[in-house]
């Protein structure tokens, strides 16, 4: 297994479609990366659920996985599962995102994602963030679209076991949800944990990553 890091990033990028999206596919990943780095800047984009219970679930939630950060959240109010009938809006708010971030990762969904609102918002954050690490995290549903990631973010049991804590107190509009559990939470991590020789760990797709083995 290879581990290559990026540093200590100052600045990250999180996106999703959906309020829970960035909490359940890289929550244990910010919790990570807040803690290791007090201060750090987390510009965070939702494109639906704004103005309501889910914008201030939403808010909660990701103050509680960003302890410690510089957390600068917006929700905007696209219509859920509409996304394609809102391209030009949803481009827009990206592009505005990436005229005020200059981030070292960015997290968003995965250009393979079923879902049409998560691989579209996927697509705008490849064009927009060009010269950017940008890993696609996943979410576990219905569609049985769970690929093969190639990057991981180990994370240890407190951690693991937090994000699913979080998870179940922030967002009580989503309990109802026959996926939405703490089996299906820690059993995705733990596999993603066997498969980098790790407890538990968030996975990742990257669609191009740029090296330098010589610096």
Not at 26 to 50: H, K
Not at 126 to 155: M, N, S
Not at 185 to 214: D, P, Q, S
Request: charged share 25%; net charge negative; glycine share 10%.
């Amino acid at each position: 297994m290879i581990r290559l890091g990026a540093g200590r990033p100052d600045a990250v990028v999180a996106v999703g479609a959906h309020c829970d999206d960035i909490a359940i596919g890289v929550g244990g990943t910010l919790l990570t990366m807040c803690r290791a780095r007090p201060g750090l800047r987390v510009d965070a984009l939702v494109l639906s659920g704004g103005g309501g219970e889910r914008e201030a679930e939403e808010r909660a939630a990701l103050a509680a996985f960003c302890p410690d950060a510089d957390l600068r959240l917006t929700v905007l109010k696209l219509p859920d599962g509409r996304l394609p009938a809102h391209w030009d809006e949803a481009k827009a708010a990206v592009e505005e995102l990436r005229g005020r971030s200059e981030p070292d990762v960015v997290l968003a969904p995965r250009t393979e994602d079923a879902h049409q609102d998560h691989r579209g918002l996927a697509q705008l954050m490849t064009t927009a963030f060009r010269d950017h690490l940008v890993l696609g995290y996943e979410i576990v549903k219905w569609d049985g679209d769970l690929g093969r990631p190639v990057a991981y973010q180990p994370l240890t049991p407190e951690t693991a076991e937090e994000k699913v804590r979080l998870l179940q107190e922030h967002y009580p509009s989503q309990r109802h949800r026959p996926w939405y559990d703490r089996e299906a939470f820690l059993g995705l991590a733990r596999i993603r944990g066997i498969e980098c020789h790790a407890r538990y760990a968030e996975a990742f797709a990257v669609t191009k990553l740029t090296l330098n083995l010589g610096g």
